[in-house]
């Protein structure tokens, strides 16, 4: 239907070409959908375009436009010329049934496209430090990763959802450190300071049953760890005291901790299909092979025993650190070297999803990337802000260093997988994110967003019950007459079903997910009155024909519905 009117639109533009002697070709002619309805179903801003190329008034050639396009060919209420020279086009009432039976027809597919089709992308997110429980700002951008590949899979792309397992560092050495401490702690003994070549900060004492307990000053503090020194001790007993150094601590700690990750990301629906080991980074040579390369173009430089990158030369405010003195890489090496691989792997675009504090390593890594023959242009950034939790009004306070947080399991414990997942993603990610518990946590559909979506899909299921209660089945695509619905309210529901492919379009685009969630929301407050008022609305009737056009727009939410729940991950229940 949108297309059909950008041929008739084009169409009028040549004819207006050809009459002023221009022979150059017609501007690339786009329509959008206003955000009032008053402005019309479309505007375009042609006229706009043309005015310079013309020498003439924008609103002049807004006018002439409007009278060459008629009524399109029966599909064009009225066009109508706005401010400086928009045109407003409203479609014709008639012209508005085909989307039903196009919605019908297809179903499951509805709003899905194939523009991305023949192209590969790699979205990685998550990659969390196995150092710890999922934190809520992991669990956002899980939510969010997973949603935006699922968009660009129903756009066509070839999606690889990708989880950079980051077990190299200082960070891992120090959860080592804090198990091995946590071990002897649970033993009555005391843990030996880290090696004086080490760069962790002084340790701090505590007390066990009156012995000293020395802790790394920047050691991880929280409950599991207590867990794993606990198991440790049913499995070993007392045989790994003299072990040297943090190596079997932080290896069981790597392993469990990210064994519990998986089973959170599968809880709540994240599914990887590739886990990047950063260890191999290291043991296949790659930091090396970078840092060679790098220092081959004078990009590299040794001073204060480190090695730095002459971050300045690519344009970057300051130079940066590579490998630190004591011989350890900064997470900056690591993350140059894996984006290398990334476009080695032959992926058109790669898209990393970071949290705000990752932020400022960004520009970095894509600068070095290029330099290293990689087009940075294929490499995206989709940037989310933190979550705050609320309850009674008041802010949850969380440290996740001392883990007095709330982990993702502990949420979804409380609110459940599908609001989880709705709350998550219904913001603009680069705005943070209120949580509000107490909202969360109300069952009433009313009152929950998440619930108010999915009981609107719900209810269409309940008119089909009613219907073959009465021995009616819901309609094909050919099987009612659109016509019948002549309502406003009915209207404005398949208007708002007819934007759903451009939405999806839209949302895949620009890696904005949280359109999907603002569309449901709308969609759901005009079925859901529209389902209420059983006077002025009633689906079932004596009018068979009233009735089978109402069922039609029935089956015609729930396939939209459903499908925008299925890419936000959330289930599209028959009832509640």
Known sequence: MKDALIQHVEAAVCRLLEDAGDGDGPPACDLDRPRQKEHGDFACNVALVLGKRLSRPPR??????VDRLGDAG???ERAEVAGPGFINFWLAKDSWGGVLRAII??????GRSQVGAGRRIQVEFVSANPTGPLSTGHGRQAVLGDCIASLLEATGWEVTREYYFNNGGRQMRILGESLRARYLEALGRAAPPPPPDTEASAPEWTSVEGLPVEFPG?????????DLARMLLEENGEALVEEPGEGVFREVAEREIFREIRKTLDRIGVVFDEYFNERSLYDDGKLDEVLEELRQQDLVYDAEDAVWLRATALGLDRDRVLVKRTGEPTYLLPDI??????FRRGFDLVVDVLGADHIEQFPFVRAAVARLGCDPERLGLVMHQFVTLTRGGEKVKQSTRRANFVTVDELVDEVGEDVFRFFMIERRADGHLDFDVDLATDRSWKKNPAYYVQYAHARTHGIERKARDNGLTMPTADGFDPSRLELSEELALVKKLAAFPEMIERAAGTREPHHVAYYLRELAGLW???????????VLSDDAGLTGARLGLTLAVRAVLGNGLRILGLAAPEEM
């Open 74 to 76: 029966g599909s064009l």
């Open 105 to 110: 027809a297809a179903q499951p597919e509805y």
């Open 218 to 226: 920047e050691g991880y503090r929280g409950e599991y760890l207590f």
């Open 337 to 342: 070297a894996y984006h290398r691989e990334k």
């Open 528 to 538: 859901n009155p529209y389902v209420q008022d059983g006077v002025r609305h009633r």
């Open 60 to 65: 002049e050639i807004a006018t002439a436009l």
